[in-house]
């Protein structure tokens, strides 16, 4: 477990995520939480318990079931001047709100040649790994990274989260901020005290290697790692990138390592089919290729339509520690 110093505190993830929203109301006047359950129950994970107490109905806004109507709602306010940030209590129950991030959000600056923009938060806990079943268990990343003019942020580590919350808050553009749920009281570590941005764009090389680059992000990049230490009592050496950002990507950091180590494994949660593996294995083909010593290989969710909820089926569906490492040792090796 990370130790806190005098400047900094250990935080899981949830906790960095409700700290750096409470600094956020705190410091500015402008920004405002709206959501299902997120006033007088204080959201499903109890993120925003006892805000409403404290900022008031006003800015911590109960919602109907009505997700459409949640983004569509933030998309005024910010277009109006305030800091928005809308939460989906679940990824599974964002499609109705498709449009009003895809169709009005990320294209406001766009139609409006600069004379308006969008400055707002899309926070929602996506993934598996807590028997969450059909309707609670989804990653939406791949669905919303074709779009341009919206980011998309998904952190892994407590310090992270923070820094990557407080810019996507800043942003002046909308931003999707992903949170796997099966990370939020998993993962702990020090956080820095006070205000600080990550940009969003940066990837991190969380483990450096030689033989071969790893990029994955979410609760996956701690498998890697996991995996990767394995691999490095085994006498091999892999870097793992985690991506932090989807989009915008890190493509500097991607081809400098894949230049590297000359091997590249994707590894992400959601399907394969389409997933962000295909951009990232695109871009180091069209930009790397004779660089390589090995053709990419991508290790993703079969192309089924849902994760199940029996334990078999949930296993089935997710990766674990000990296929990334089969995986990367048979890269290595390769």
């Known amino acids: 477990m990370a130790v806190a ?34 006033g007088a129950r204080g959201n499903v994970f109890l993120i925003t318990k006892d805000f409403a107490k404290e900022f008031g109905t006003e800015r911590i806004i109960d919602t109907p079931i009505a997700e459409a109507s949640i983004v569509g709602i933030a998309v005024g306010m910010a277009m109006e001047g305030l800091r928005p940030i809308a939460e989906i209590q679940f990824a599974d129950f964002i499609y109705p709100s498709f449009n009003q991030i895809v169709g009005e959000a990320a294209k406001t600056r766009y139609r409006s040649n600069g004379e308006y923009t969008c400055p707002m938060v899309i926070r929602t806990p996506y993934g ?17 990274y074709h779009v341009p003019g919206l980011k ?25 901020f992903l949170e796997h749920k099966k990370t939020y009281r998993l993962i702990k570590g020090e956080v820095p005290d006070g205000h600080y941005v990550i940009p969003i764009g940066k990837a991190d ?53 894949v230049r590297k180590t000359r091997k ?63 995986a990367m040792r048979d890269m290595v090796k390769f």
């Open 152 to 176: 998309i942020v998904v952190p892994s580590f407590p310090a992270d989260v923070k820094g990557l919350l407080n810019a996507a808050i800043d942003d002046p553009d909308p931003v999707l």
């Open 205 to 257: 090389v969380k483990k450096e290697g030689s033989q071969l680059t790893v990029v994955s992000y979410g609760l996956y990049v701690h498998w890697a790692l996991e995996a990767a230490n394995q691999l490095e009592s085994e006498g091999m050496s892999v870097e793992v990138i985690d991506l932090r950002s989807v989009r915008p990507m890190d493509r500097t950091l991607i081809l400098q390592s």
């Open 128 to 144: 598996g790994g807590v028997r969450g079943a059909l309707s609670h268990s989804v990653s939406v990343e791949a669905l919303f």
């Open 5 to 38: 110093t005098s400047s900094s505190k250990v935080l899981n993830n949830v906790e960095a995520v409700r700290d750096t929203l409470y600094e956020a109301l705190k410091n500015d006047d402008r920004v405002v939480i709206l959501g299902e359950d997120v």
């Open 264 to 326: 590249l494994l994707v590894i992400h949660e959601d399907n394969k089919f389409g997933g962000i593996g295909a951009e990232i294995s695109a871009m180091v083909a069209e930009e790397a290729l004779f660089d390589l010593d090995a053709p990419i290989r991508r290790l993703a969710a079969p192309d089924v339509p849902a994760m199940g909820y029996a334990m078999p089926l949930e296993e089935a569906y997710m990766s674990s520690p000990a296929k990334m490492a089969d």
